[in-house]
C-alpha cells in the first residue's frame, strides 16, 4: 500500500468516526431537549393542579 | 465559526471522552439524561423522599395530596441539587476514590461549570416552588439544607476535620423534619426526634464504610476518622455513636410517634445494631465493619418504615411522655 492509498483509508476511517460522533452528540442533545421539555410540560401541569387545590371547589362555583 | 465546524470541533473532543467543548463563542455538552440524573445522588434521594414522607406523614394535621406530593417533589429534587453541587466542588477527589470516580464529573461527561449551573437552578427552583405552593417554613429550612449540604460539608468540614460526618450529617437528618413543617408551618420536638435518629445514625453508618474504604479515603486526602486517628479510634466511635443512636431510636415512642410495633422493632434492631458495633469494636478483621454498615441502613429503613405503617394498619402511637410542657 502506497502513502497515499495509506493516508486516504486513514481519512476514510476518520470521517466515518467524526459521522459516528456526531450521530451519537444529536441523539444525546434530542434526549436532552426532550428530558427539559417533559420537565417544563411537569412544572406547568403542577402548577395548574396545585393552583385548583389552593382555590378550592368553590373556584368552580363563583358568581359570574 | 458555522455550526459545522464548532461540530467537527466538537467531535475531536467527543472521540477523547471529553465533558463538552468550548468553542470561541459557544459551549456544547455531551452529556446524557442519565449522567444528569446520576449528577443528582438518586440513592441518596431515595432516602431524602422516604424520610420526608414519614414526616409528612406523622405530623399532626392535614396536607392535601398533591399539596403534599409536590413538598416531596421539591425535597428530593433539593436533595438531587445538593448532589450535584458536591459532585461539582469534589471532582478532584471523587477522581482519586474508586467508589466515586465513575460519577459524571471525574469521568469527563459533564463540565464542571454544567453541574454547578444544574444543582444552583435546582436548588432555586426547589426551594421557590416549596415555599409558594406548600410552605415557606419548609422552605427555608430545604434552602439551609442544601447550604448546609454544599458549603458546610462539602466545601468546609469534609476536607478540614474527621468529624466532618458527624456535623455534616445533620444535611441528610433534615428532611423529615422538612416534611414535618410542609405540614404544621413549624418545628416541634417530635420533628427534632425524628432529626436526631438520623443524625446518630450517620456517623456509625458512614465509620464503618470509612474503616474498610480508609485506603481510598487517605489516597483522597480526606481526613476522615480512620485516616487521621487509626482503626481503633473510629471502632471505639463507632461503639459510642451506636449506643446514642440505639437509645435515640427509641425516643419515637416516648414523644408520641411510635405505638408498641415501633418499641418492638426499635429494641430488636437496635440491639442487633449494638452487637454487630460490638463484633466492630472486637474483631479486627473489615468484614464486620461491612456488615454493619449494611445493616445499618436496613435498620434506618426499618424504623421509619414502621413509622409509616403503624398508623396504616390502625396501631396507636404511645401518649407523649413530655405531655403539655413543649
Not at chain 2, 421539591?74 to 467508589?99: Q, T
Amino acid at each position: 500500500m502506497s502513502v497515499a492509498e495509506h493516508d486516504h483509508e486513514t481519512g476514510l476511517a476518520r470521517d466515518e468516526d467524526a459521522q459516528h460522533d456526531r450521530a451519537l452528540f444529536l441523539k444525546r442533545r434530542r434526549s436532552r431537549s426532550i428530558a427539559i421539555a417533559l420537565a417544563l410540560a411537569g412544572l406547568v401541569i403542577l402548577f395548574y393542579v396545585v393552583t385548583l387545590v389552593k382555590l378550592g371547589p368553590e373556584v368552580l362555583n363563583r358568581p359570574m | 465559526m458555522d455550526f459545522d465546524q464548532t461540530m467537527r470541533q466538537h467531535d475531536l473532543h467527543l472521540t477523547a471522552g471529553a465533558a463538552a467543548v468550548a468553542s470561541s463563542d459557544r459551549v456544547v455538552s455531551s452529556a446524557t439524561v442519565h449522567d444528569y440524573w446520576q449528577l443528582m445522588k438518586p440513592r441518596v434521594m431515595s432516602l431524602a423522599i422516604f424520610t420526608a414522607l414519614v414526616g409528612i406523614v406523622a405530623a399532626p394535621g392535614t396536607l392535601h395530596p398533591v399539596l403534599a406530593l409536590t413538598a416531596i417533589l421539591c425535597i428530593a429534587v433539593g436533595a438531587g441539587a445538593s448532589g450535584a453541587l458536591n459532585m461539582w466542588y469534589d471532582a478532584d477527589i471523587d477522581a482519586k476514590m474508586g467508589r466515586t470516580r465513575t460519577r459524571p464529573v471525574p469521568r469527563g461527561r459533564v463540565a464542571p461549570g454544567e453541574a454547578l449551573g444544574f444543582g444552583v437552578v435546582l436548588s432555586a427552583f426547589s426551594v421557590l416552588i416549596l415555599g409558594l405552593m406548600v410552605s415557606w417554613p419548609a422552605a427555608a429550612l430545604l434552602a439551609f439544607t442544601i447550604f448546609f449540604y454544599a458549603v458546610v460539608y462539602t466545601m468546609w468540614l469534609k476536607r478540614l476535620t474527621p468529624q466532618n460526618i458527624v456535623i455534616g450529617g445533620a444535611a441528610g437528618a433534615f428532611p423529615p423534619m422538612i416534611g414535618w413543617a410542609a405540614v404544621t408551618g413549624t418545628v416541634s420536638v417530635e420533628s427534632i426526634v425524628l432529626f436526631l435518629i438520623i443524625f446518630f445514625w450517620t456517623p456509625p453508618h458512614f465509620w464503618a464504610l470509612a474503616l474498610y474504604k480508609s485506603e481510598e479515603f487517605a489516597r483522597a486526602g480526606i481526613p476522615m476518622l480512620p485516616v487521621v486517628a487509626g482503626e481503633e479510634t473510629t471502632r471505639r466511635q463507632i461503639w459510642f455513636y451506636s449506643w446514642v443512636m440505639a437509645l435515640t431510636g427509641l425516643l419515637p415512642a416516648g414523644v408520641g410517634l411510635g405505638g408498641p410495633l415501633y418499641l418492638l422493632v426499635s429494641v430488636v434492631t437496635g440491639a442487633a445494631f449494638l452487637l454487630l458495633a460490638w463484633r466492630v469494636l472486637r474483631d479486627t478483621d473489615l468484614e464486620s465493619a461491612r456488615k454493619l454498615f449494611a445493616f445499618s441502613i436496613l435498620y434506618l429503613l426499618l424504623l421509619f418504615a414502621v413509622l409509616l405503617a403503624e398508623p396504616a394498619v390502625g396501631i396507636a402511637a404511645f401518649a407523649p411522655l413530655h405531655g403539655g410542657w413543649v
